[in-house]
């Protein structure tokens, strides 16, 4: 099974400023199967970032995802005020999928 | 707009059986795989099981395997999950998803319900 590592655990940003967030996998993820997620308070998750690197259906292009390998990104550019949440990062395309633990982004 | 709708959830005591079900609408049901996630309060997010279009191909979390059995009924446009011999520690919120495509192994999720509560506590 492979581990996602998510770091930092929470982040202080202001908005307009740009966030920057890690997933390290424990092994090579092939075929850059990962995917982040947003999740707000009472809310389901929400797809942003899929193979890597592709936006989903209706996700603003502040959003941006990189990596390959062992290490990938999440950037978001210019933080909104909406963008304060939780994100988290997903391992697919496996027999066992897995999530990552979570990065806090919250208004400094 | 993909709407999926959970139930079944409940308190239920150590030990004890549930059937989640999720009601699938506004998509092809039968073309997409599905999945289960499942979030503990104030705790991040743990994939559970998915299934594939068709039913035939079924993954599992290795906290769930043996005890958790993943199905679907495409003619009801229905993903079910049927737990057994429950712990306190399958306490969550449990989310049924859209996997983004039918591929044979669980997907990115690209449409997520609201969720349906599973207590396990004496």
């Known amino acids: 099974e492979i581990v996602l590592t998510q770091s930092p655990g929470s982040l202080s940003l202001s908005p307009g400023e740009r966030a920057t967030l890690s997933c390290r996998a424990s092994q090579n993820i092939s075929g850059n199967l990962l995917a982040w997620y947003q999740q707000k308070p009472g809310q389901a998750p929400r797809l942003l970032i899929y193979?890597?690197?592709n936006r989903a259906t209706g996700i603003p292009d502040r959003f941006s995802g990189g990596g390959s390998g062992t290490d990938f990104t999440l950037t978001i550019s210019r933080l909104e005020p909406e963008d304060f949440a939780v994100y988290f990062c997903q391992k697919y395309g496996v027999s066992v999928s897995t999530f990552g633990g979570g990065t806090k982004v919250d208004i400094k | 707009e993909v709407q999926l709708l959970e139930s079944g959830g409940g308190l239920v005591q150590p030990g004890g059986s549930l059937r989640l079900s999720c009601a699938a609408s506004r998509f092809t049901f039968s073309n997409y795989a599905m999945s289960w996630v499942r979030q503990a309060p104030g705790e991040g997010l743990e994939w559970v099981s998915s299934v594939d279009g068709g039913g035939h191909n079924t993954f599992y979390a290795d906290s769930v395997v043996g005890r958790f059995t993943v199905s679907r009924d495409n003619s009801k446009n229905t993903l079910y999950l049927h737990i057994n011999s429950l712990r306190a520690e399958d306490t969550a919120l449990y989310y049924c998803?859209?996997?983004?495509?039918?591929?044979?192994?669980?997907?990115?999720?690209?449409?997520w319900g609201q969720g349906t509560l599973v207590t396990v506590s004496a």
């Open positions: 193979g890597a690197s």
């Open positions: 998803a859209k996997g983004r495509g039918n591929i044979a192994l669980p997907p990115a999720l690209d449409s």
